[in-house]
């Protein structure tokens, strides 16, 4: 029996995890968990509503107030983070295979890029939770000022379902290392991985109730997370519209505190004196890494008009080698959209880049061969002779369609570079230190990566400009996200 057989086989129905017990959704409705690739039912999971989040916000809110986490001593916090990163360790190879049948990356991603990052997220903010402190600070007058970092309370964290684990880690491992409680709602179509989790994090030591999980629909569970009076800060990975929601719901709640991290349409600017071979091989796996489904994909090419048609047809030579299939099989370098829905939205921005004129070079439709029939595969696309407003250069498309963008000179490749709504990152490719600082400067992102794409450390901050969102993830800067700052004044 395969490793995903014989996973698949033990799958139990999911449960809500809330107070450290599973349970069922009150109203006892489910949502099928489907494998993409193969259009098979997984397993079902809970159809959480508002009184399933009303229990586990309780449950934080309870877990918080009798301080079982945020009281701990800290070097006992400390090692429950670090347990919670040996388990996941053990269990990498089933998280793994549980990601990539839930969302259609392979199974090699899988381990690489979510669950190792998951693991690395949860090893460091362990190393935070005894460097988190306030100041003394010098005041005028008989008084001794000083501040204290305290908790923010209780954090909502909404997740989509491109990295599922890994971006909840993010979310989770740094709110538990401030002694928050956290209620996690995962995507409805990726929501295993993060009931492992709440189950390591209970086998690690965590008390109950300080994670709790809520399976749900976006429009039910996740509005009532972001509605909820009891709710301090909602912590966010996902789409613009629901950004915009999350938004108005803290407003018309208790103005909850917010960060967003809300996709982008990156560019990386290719200039004729870089080192060609690795900036080939990077923007072909900035795009097609993942199937696409990344929020900081190279999906915009630039690339300067002397090298732009050597530089396209050897990516379009490449794309049409890819190994696109079955996400288990480990020489696999391409698996299914995560969804019907989310290929079809993929397919539609294909048609849109033909009708407004740009050239596609290859792929461009869905891949049903052979085995793939059922699943939800897109052939590696890549459109040249792209114009700065089209749709497909303007809009995040998430999934594996490059656009190629020709530019003259730093001048105009910066002005490409600025001209969308999004800003979360960016890459410039060139030998010219001068130039590739001053790029550095010019561009409204996020993140510029210099010689290099997709950069990514759990120390380095990670979070976007403009409608990319604000606030940050990973490092000392997500620290800030999850506590509040209070000054307390001694009368000598
Ligand atoms: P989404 O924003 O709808 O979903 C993300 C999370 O938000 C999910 O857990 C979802 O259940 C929840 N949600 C949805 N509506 C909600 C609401 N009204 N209130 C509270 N929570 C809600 O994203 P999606 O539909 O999964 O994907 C749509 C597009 O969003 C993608 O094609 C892509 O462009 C973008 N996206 C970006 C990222 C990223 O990493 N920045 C990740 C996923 C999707």
Redesign the pocket.
């Known amino acids: 029996m395969t490793a995903s057989e014989d996973i698949k086989q033990h799958l139990h129905p999911g449960k809500l995890f809330i107070d450290g017990r599973r349970e069922d959704a009150e109203r006892g409705g489910v949502i099928d968990v489907v494998n993409p690739a193969t259009g098979d039912l997984l397993t079902t999971v809970p159809d959480g509503a508002a009184c399933d989040v009303d229990r586990a916000v309780a449950a934080a809110r309870a877990s918080f107030e009798r301080k079982t986490w945020r009281g701990m001593d800290p070097s006992r916090k400390e090692k429950t983070l670090w347990d919670i990163s040996e388990i996941l360790l053990k269990h990498r190879e089933e998280l793994a295979v549980l990601e990539s049948m839930e969302n259609g990356k392979t199974v090699r991603e899988a381990g690489g890029a979510d669950v190792d990052p998951a693991i690395d997220a949860f090893r460091y903010y362990a190393g935070w939770v005894r460097k988190i402190y306030g100041e003394t600070i010098p005041v005028d007058g008989p008084f001794l000022n000083y501040t204290l970092r305290e908790p923010v309370g209780v954090v909502g964290g909404?997740?989509?379902?491109?990295?599922p684990l890994q971006?909840a880690a993010w979310k989770v491992a740094p709110a538990l290392a401030c002694g928050c409680s956290v209620v996690l709602?995962?995507?409805?179509?990726t929501p295993l991985t993060a009931l492992k989790l709440a189950e390591y994090c209970q086998e690690a030591g965590l008390p109950d109730g300080v994670l709790n999980v809520v399976t749900g629909?976006?429009?039910t569970a996740?509005?009532a997370?972001?509605l909820h009076m009891d709710v301090d800060k909602i912590s966010?990975?996902?789409?613009i519209?629901?950004a915009r929601?999350?938004l108005q719901?803290s407003g018309e709640s208790n103005l909850k505190r917010l960060s967003l991290?809300?996709?982008g349409k990156s560019p990386n600017i290719i200039f004729p004196d870089c080192d060609i071979d690795a900036a080939l091989k990077s923007a072909f796996w900035g795009i097609f890494a993942n199937k696409g489904e990344?929020?900081s994909a190279a999906s915009r090419l630039l690339v300067h008009e002397d090298i732009h048609d050597r530089f396209v047809g050897e990516l379009v030579a490449r794309a049409q080698k890819l190994k696109v299939g079955d996400p288990l099989d480990k020489s696999t370098q391409m698996g299914s959209q995560v969804s019907g829905r989310?290929m079809e939205?993929i397919l539609d921005y294909i048609k849109s880049g033909k009708e407004e004129g740009a050239k596609l070079e290859c792929g461009g439709e869905r891949d049903i061969e052979g085995a793939k029939a059922k699943g939800f595969f897109v052939k590696p696309t890549i459109f040249s002779e792209v114009k700065p407003d089209m749709k497909i250069a303007q809009e995040?498309i998430?999934g594996p369609v490059l656009c190629a963008l020709k530019f003259r000179d730093a001048e105009e490749a910066v002005e490409i570079a600025n001209c969308t709504i999004y800003g979360l990152v960016s890459a410039v490719w060139t030998r010219d230190i001068k130039l590739a600082h001053r790029m550095a400067a010019d561009i409204k992102a996020g993140s510029v990566w210099i010689n290099t794409y997709n950069g990514f450390d759990t120390a380095s901050p990670f979070g976007g400009y403009k409608q990319s969102g604000f606030g940050r993830d990973l490092g000392s800067y997500a620290l800030e996200q999850y506590t509040n700052i209070k000054s307390v004044w001694v009368a000598l």
Do not use: H, M
């Open positions: 909404i997740v989509p379902w491109n990295y971006i709602k995962p995507s409805e179509w629909y976006g429009q996740g509005e997370l972001a966010f990975t996902g789409s519209r629901t929601r999350l719901a991290e809300l996709g990344i929020c989310q939205r995040e998430f």
